[in-house]
């Protein structure tokens, strides 16, 4: 495996219910620990890393909240889902001496520290790692869209969008046998073909600001390691 970083600076996006493993909802903390040996890997070379975590694995708002709650709120309890997971990854990081910072997109000084482009530079600068709680803070916007709105700020020269599948396809893998996997795609054919790799305002702001993503499998979290070196795992989408 390549060790010389390709990417300066980085934005991993890993989804809630990967953080649970085979359990599904909470978390795995074997997994959690795998992924941060990982991240310190990536810190040791440099890298600079900024994390977005889903809320999956405690509360989808669009899904789990429909016909019970109003998707406002159902919304903002997602948010504060992925404020959760991204308290209990800075924690891991830290116990493994690394430095991290938890910023959320809404004000709850007693828990993170409030986002501004201005301190989260500062931060990723020092060679701490950034995790942005909270999404965009606003409903109807997804992990997905803030992950792109803060790779975007922090001038990020790649996400890596860390999924359950390894890479993108045709069609879902899962149901469809003849799917074909991509090993590289251009924005304007996920639109065009609706793959769902992101959602469509995620993928847009993504392609209209010209950022690589990287769709790969967390499954062996040493593909964070491998796609920040540059090597050819999963399916570049640019």
Known sequence: MAT???????????SGEALAGAN?????????????????????????????IGGGN????????????????????????????????????????VPARVMTAVEMPAFAEYYTHERAMKHLNTGKVVLFAGGTGHPFFSTDTGTVLRATEIGADVILLAKNV?????????????????DEIRYDEVLAKRLGVMDLTATSL?????????????????????????????????
């Not at 390894?166 to 003849?178: E, H």
């Open 58 to 97: 405690f509360w989808r708002g669009v899904k789990n909240g429909e016909g019970y709650i109003e998707r406002t709120r159902a919304d903002r309890m997602g948010m504060l889902a992925t404020v959760m997971n991204c308290l209990a990854v800075s924690d891991v990081l830290e116990q493994k001496g």
């Open 24 to 52: 599904k909802t909470g978390f795995d903390f074997k997994v959690m620990g795998e992924v941060c040996d990982v991240i310190k890997e990536c810190v040791a070379q440099g890298i600079e890393v900024g994390v977005v």
């Open 166 to 182: 390894d890479g993108v396809y045709s069609a879902d893998p899962a149901k469809d046998p003849t799917a074909v996997k991509y």
């Open 206 to 238: 993504a392609m209209d600001n010209n950022i690589p993503v990287y769709v790969f499998a967390l499954k062996d979290p040493k593909n964070i390691l491998r796609v920040a070196a540059g090597e050819n795992v999963g399916t570049l989408v640019h």
């Open 4 to 14: 010389q970083a390709k990417y300066k600076r980085i934005l991993l996006k890993i």
